[in-house]
Antibody
């Protein structure tokens, strides 16, 4: 069973850069069967998708956040990271990493866009 | 597009409750809908995927459906138990793999 674990600073100053890492165990982030995602949740609010990627290089970002986002992968450590630049108080919240299955028909593979495993989340507070 | 959910719903133990998720543009049938349960202080758990499929380990008291006439999806929980008290989120995506979550519905089991 795949386990995901988020790590990173609990507090970031406004206008600075937030960097979080998701460590994956029990499965490979280069697996053809899965894509990976970041999802966040402001305190007391709903879930918000941040972005997803597939090991082959396909990456999709939330349009409203795209200009400040980057998702990178370290296959040697079996982990992936999220970077958010120029953070504001609106970036405060719980950040989750998650796994999503891929559906392949022959050589064509499709994101199924459902999240079947989640990390426990890490709370990030942006301070002024 | 957006997904809209009622803010809260309450029902008694043993009863059946339905939580709805309305899509404001485009057909609800265009892209699958998933449902997640999130208990306080916990990560979300997928309880229904691809409109009406139940992951292994999820009780058959949980079921999902879509209604093209109302352009909405529904999560139905029968035989309500105290442990069903949680926030429930619907989720779908567009043709560019951009994921959308509903605002969430808080279920209280009285």
């Amino acid at each position: 069973q795949v386990h995901l674990h988020e790590s990173g600073p609990r507090q970031v100053k406004a206008s600075e850069t937030l960097s979080l890492t998701c460590s994956v165990s029990g499965g490979s982030i280069t697996s053809k069967d899965h894509s990976w995602a970041w999802i966040r949740q402001p305190p007391g609010k709903s879930l918000e998708w941040v972005g997803s990627f597939y090991y082959s290089g396909h990456t999709y970002y939330n349009t409203s956040l795209q200009s400040r986002l980057s998702i990178s992968v370290d296959t040697s450590k079996n982990e992936f990271s999220l970077t958010v630049t120029s953070v504001t108080a609106a970036d405060t919240g719980m950040y989750f990493c998650a796994k999503s299955p891929i559906h392949c028909v022959g050589d064509n593979c499709y994101f199924r866009n459902l999240f079947d495993s989640w990390g426990q989340g890490t709370l990030v507070t942006v301070s002024s | 597009f957006m997904l809209s959910q009622a803010h809260s719903v309450s029902e008694s133990p043993g009863k059946t409750v339905t939580i709805s998720c309305a899509r404001n543009s485009g057909s609800i049938a265009s892209n699958y809908v998933q449902w997640y349960q999130q208990r306080p202080g916990s990560s979300p758990i997928n309880v229904i995927h691809e409109d009406n499929q139940r992951p292994s380990g999820i009780p058959d008291r949980f079921s999902g459906s879509i209604d093209k006439s109302s352009n909405s999806a529904s999560l139905t929980i029968s035989g309500l138990a105290p442990e069903d008290e949680a926030d429930y989120y619907c989720q779908s995506y567009d043709n560019y793999n951009r994921v959308i979550f509903g605002g969430g519905t808080r279920l209280t089991v009285l």
